[in-house]
């Protein structure tokens, strides 16, 4: 017993190892600075798909305007930081709650509608707010973006190299996927699962679909806006450019690819969809339709994802120990 | 001595539009009852069942269930109370596992929250599981408990489905129609389920629209028909009343696929 209740921690450890440890060592080897950079920017979308399958995968909830929080995230981050020159440990929750807030704000009126309004709804939502960050030149500089937003430095560590965002990102990704992994494999997840295959019937069983739907999106929308002051901080110029209708898709077709409901899924879609056009820049233009063909060929054949829920709910069951009862596979600890 | 009532029901109305689907029932269930609900398709009786269980507001009449009046309370709410449901359609999670369909039912009576999930609670994800396993066990579908729901047979989905509601530790269960799809022998077995989960202590309503299994079980029967209440008796009494077998004229012994 004692070797096996182990098991899941060096395994946690082990992964650890692989993000902190294997994943730059390979990086560096490759050559330094822009393998970083394509690391990061991996990252950041690992912490985006996690946060979406949350709400997506797991509660059922289509949301078409997550890069709308992510941008509120990032302008959040970048406006404190550049005008009220406040730190990155500050910045950083800052932008999450702002983007919680917002998300609350949306989801109040909208969470009773059913399933197809909820999703034009958070679509208009996405459009809003890139217009807005458009638009309201005076406050967010509109088209021109935010310049020169000051790199990261925690507690006197200076943390501005490519190196050093990759350490931040990788560590607001582990926190953001721990944080995902809590609460798609405890009862909180078999809670919202129920409200996605049938949210009348989870009521009738003493669940309050309402606000279970309303916390899921705003801790989403949290993660997704932390994600934004990681992207101001580390590109160090953000435009609306990055938050358009085209990058909530982005992030819907990780989850879709890696499988709906599935954590590891989420972190394996998007690191392929963000790796992939970066390994086929050899075959110029035609990587797109490469990374297209992928996308159309994996959904065709694994209709339920690269790793689909109920796997992906097995692997955290028995590998990481999350199981009440490991012998059957039963239950949440 | 007569024991406490748990649902009382008075003066309740339901129009829709033009129609009355319940009109003007007055009843009541005490605690440890078993009670049959039946009448013709059409009677009213699911429309009935939706206004105890908070799922449609009634037009008119109140709802009390344990000395708390039902209005306005939303669904949850009511199941909070210690009403537990099952559904007609059979309404069972399919993407989930037999025993995660159950744990619903307990984690939305005994509450796990995003701050129990972020923290990982132990202790009440430990009461949680407990709970699920015992009902799972009470039903007999214990050992399917890590099978997904979608793979089940459409008589185990049934328990499945009285399992999860089991799993809130109910004061009244409300069974919808349960022999709905059953033949003859799984109809059998159901009633002597439902016999000893009453035995057990539970207070049932069982809403059927199949006479049969309705009196071989139950202590007292209540009847709807065109949304009213012409009898409520025992079996035997029902069974004879004149107004009853005219309302199911030509229909008592129809189509039981």
């Known amino acids: ?333 | 001595m007569m024991a406490d009532v748990l649902l009382e029901i008075t003066a309740l109305s339901r129009q829709f539009g033009g129609l009355r689907a319940v009109d003007d029932v007055t009843a009541e269930i005490r605690q440890g009852e078993l009670v049959g609900l039946i009448g013709p398709n059409g009677a009213g009786k699911t429309t009935l069942f939706n206004l105890i269980s908070g799922f449609t507001p009634p037009s008119s009449g109140s709802v009390v269930f344990r000395g708390q009046n039902l209005a306005g309370m939303k669904p949850h709410q009511v199941s909070r109370l210690g009403m537990a449901r099952t559904f007609q359609n059979l309404r069972i999670f399919p993407n989930m596992t037999v025993f995660d369909n159950v744990s619903v039912g307990a984690v939305g009576a005994l509450g796990y929250g995003l701050r129990h999930g972020l923290l990982a609670d132990a202790k009440r994800a430990e009461a949680i599981s407990a709970r699920a396993w015992n009902a799972l066990e009470r039903v007999g579908l214990a050992d399917l408990a890590g099978e997904l729901a979608a793979n089940l047979s459409y008589g185990k989905r049934k328990y499945l489905e009285i399992a999860r509601a089991l799993a809130t530790d109910p004061v009244l269960l409300i069974l919808d129609e349960p022999a709905a799809g059953l033949n003859d022998t799984e109809t059998a077995e159901l009633a002597h389920f439902i016999k000893r989960l009453h035995a057990d202590g539970g207070t049932i309503l069982l809403v059927e629209h199949d006479m049969g299994l309705v009196m071989s079980i139950c202590q007292r029967v209540m009847v709807l028909a065109s949304g009213a209440k012409i009898a409520d008796a025992a079996p035997n009494e029902v069974q004879a009343d004149p107004v009853v077998l005219e309302a199911y004229l030509g229909i008592d012994d129809e189509e039981d696929a």
């Open chain 1, 1 to 333: 017993m004692a070797v096996n209740a182990s098991k899941p921690l060096l395994r946690q450890l082990g992964l650890l190892a692989v993000l902190f440890g294997a994943i730059p060592a390979a990086l560096t080897l490759i050559g330094g600075g822009y393998p970083f950079q394509v690391g990061i920017t991996a990252l950041i979308f690992v912490t985006l798909a996690v946060s979406l399958n949350l709400v997506t995968g797991t509660a059922g909830l289509l949301s078409l305007g997550h890069a709308g929080f992510f941008g509120v995230g990032a302008y959040a981050a970048a406006l404190t930081a550049t005008k009220l020159h406040w730190p990155f440990l500050l910045t950083l929750p800052f932008a999450g709650l702002v983007a919680a807030a917002l998300g609350v704000i949306v989801a109040l009126p909208t969470m009773r509608l059913i399933s197809i309004y909820f999703a034009v709804a958070t679509l208009g939502v996405g459009e809003m707010i890139h217009v807005s960050l458009l638009n309201w030149v005076s406050f967010t500089r509109g088209p021109m973006g935010i310049r020169s937003i000051p790199p990261i430095e925690i507690l006197g560590f200076d943390l501005s190299g490519v190196v050093g965002g990759y350490y931040v990102a990788a560590v607001v990704a582990a926190l953001a996927i721990f944080a995902v992994h809590r609460l798609t494999h405890s009862y909180y997840g078999n809670a919202l699962r129920s409200l996605r295959e049938d949210d009348q019937c989870a009521a009738a069983m003493g669940l309050n679909p309402v606000r279970l739907k309303i916390e899921a999106f705003a801790v989403s929308c949290a993660i997704a806006g932390i994600a934004g002051a990681v992207y101001a901080h580390t590109a160090s110029f953000i435009s609306p450019d990055s938050f358009r209708f085209e990058e909530s898709i982005l992030i819907l077709a990780m989850i879709v690819v890696g499988g709906l409901g599935s954590v590891p899924g989420a972190i394996v879609g998007s690191v392929l969809l963000i790796v992939l056009p970066e390994v086929l820049r050899g075959i110029g233009d035609f990587r797109m339709i490469a990374v297209g063909v992928f996308m159309f060929l994996s959904i065709l054949f694994l209709p339920k994802g690269l790793l689909g829920e109920a796997s992906a709910i097995g692997l955290a069951r028995r590998q990481l120990g999350a199981a009440w009862r490991g012998d059957i596979g039963a239950g949440w600890k």
